[in-house]
Each structure stands twice: as C-alpha cells, then as structure tokens.
C-alpha cells in the first residue's frame, strides 16, 4: 500500500488511485477541482478534509475514516460500493447516491437528498439532519438513529430500524415492507399509501397517521396527539393507552385501552374493521 499524505486541489488529482492509505491530506485550493478520487478502489482514506465538488464517485472497496466534508464538497459519494464511513462528519448536499454495500457508523450528518436510490446500507449510532432520507432505496437495517427532517424513506422497500428517534414528517410514504422497532416516531401523515408497515412497541406522535395502508400492523406501540388515524387502512393495531380518534378504517382490527372519537361520516369505503377497547367489549 503506498501512502499519499499532502493537498491536493486540481480536477482528479488522484484519478483511479489503487491500494493507497490516503492520510491527513486536505482537498481544497484555488484550482477548485473536481472528482480528486474518482475511480479508485482499494483505498483507505483518514484524517482527511475535503472541500471540493464530487470528491469520491464511482469507488469500489474503500474505508473512509475520521474525515470530514464540508458545504463545498457537493455530492461527495455516488455510485460507491463495498465501502465503511466511520467516525465522520458530512456535511454535504445530496451525499450518499445509488450506492451499495456500505456500512455507516458513529457519523454525523447533515445532508439534505442523503441515501437516494441505494442498495444494501447499513447504518449503526448515527445522527442524520435532511430532507428525503433513502428516498428509493432498498435494503437498509438501521440501529440507534437520531434523525430530524422531513420526508424520509419514501419509496423505500426492505428497511429495518431499531432503537431509533425520528423526528420527521410524511415518513414511510409508499414503503414496501418496513419493519420499525423500539423507536419513537414524530411527525405528521406518517406512512401513507405504505404496504407491509409493521411498528413494534413504537411511540407514535402527530396527526393523521397511518392511512391508505395496506396490510399495516401494530404492536404494543403508543399513540400521542394521533388524531384521525387509520383512514381507508388495512390494520391489525394493538396500542398501549389512547388513540385520539380513528377514522373510517377500511378492514381488520383494532384494539387500545381508549379511543377518545370513532369518526365513520363521509366514507367513500365501506366501514369494515373492528374496534375494540380492552375495558370494553366491542366500541363499534
């Protein structure tokens, strides 16, 4: 492995590098260049800083550690694969595109468009501050997130979180089979039009949540400010405490301590779920 330790700022400086250690360098200058590690492979890059556009596209087999990029290195990592991003801080637009086979631990982020369209990523004891986190990407376990923004994992299938906090509005659109554990999840109109949704022993707090789902289940979760949950959703619910209101669910069954409003006016589907509360027998 040789080892490259200074700055560089010309476009590709260091252009399909192979087998390097890539310590302490700086990229950034007045030559502004693009793509400094475009096409490398083998690489394993530390203490480093970058501060200029599209540094690290098309790597194959890469560790990226302790590093940092800033504002000015836009779009930092597309069309990766094989890679650890450890111990770092990114604070770069659309960081992270179509990339796959990356593990992501113990970094902070602030990136809005972070994740799109990737494959197989796991991330572990991260902070993520964006917009449209994973928007169609596939494949991800994700464990002790905190994350604040909105839109997240839209379009997203195969995805499990757990002991997470998120902070974010209209999460899980359109998701296909989302699995989230132990977690506490705010936000408005959370998982619409989503198939195969399942909540385990989750908070849930914010208004309108969970409607137009198909084959969406809950267990053991809590529900806080949830006012008219479950429109027009298939749902097997099982809640600890009270659920504000449920409006006009489509079909299956659901089961809380309390339900403050049972709302069936104005349907254009017919009324067919179960509603129970556990002090009672059958609420409607």
Known sequence: ??????????????????????????????????????????????????????????TKKFTLKNSTTDSKARAPL??????????????????????????????????DEFGWKCNNIKVSNCNINGLYLFLESKNIEIDNLNMEGKYSFQYIKNLYIKNSNLNTKDAFWHCDNVTVENSIIKGEYLGWF????????????????????????????????????????????????????????????????????IIKKDSIMPFGAIIKTKKEKIAC
């Not at 590709?12 to 502004?32: A, E, M, P």
């Not at 770069?92 to 990136?111: A, F, G, H, M, Q």
Request: glycine share 4%; proline share 2%; with cysteine.
């Open 1 to 58: 492995m040789q080892i490259i330790n200074q700055t560089f700022d010309k476009e590709r400086s260091l252009y399909n590098t192979k087998n390097s250690d890539i310590l302490n360098c700086k990229f950034q200058g007045i030559n502004d260049g693009e793509s400094v590690l475009k096409e490398c492979s083998n690489i394993n890059v530390l203490n480093c800083n970058f501060s200029l556009r599209y540094p690290m596209w098309h």
């Open 78 to 111: 597309w069309y990766c694969t094989k890679g650890e991003i450890e111990d770092c801080t990114i604070q770069s637009i659309k960081c992270l595109r179509e990339c796959k086979n990356i593990l992501l631990k113990d970094t902070k982020i602030v990136s």
């Open 194 to 261: 989503s198939k195969n949704l399942t909540l385990i022993n989750c908070k849930i707090i914010g208004t309108q949540p969970l409607c137009y789902c198909k084959n969406l289940k809950l267990t053991d979760c809590t529900m806080e400010n949830t006012d008219l949950s479950f429109e027009y959703s298939d749902v097997e619910a099982n809640i600890k405490g009270n659920i504000l209101s449920v409006k006009n669910p489509k079909s299956g069954i659901i089961i809380a301590d309390s339900i403050g409003q």
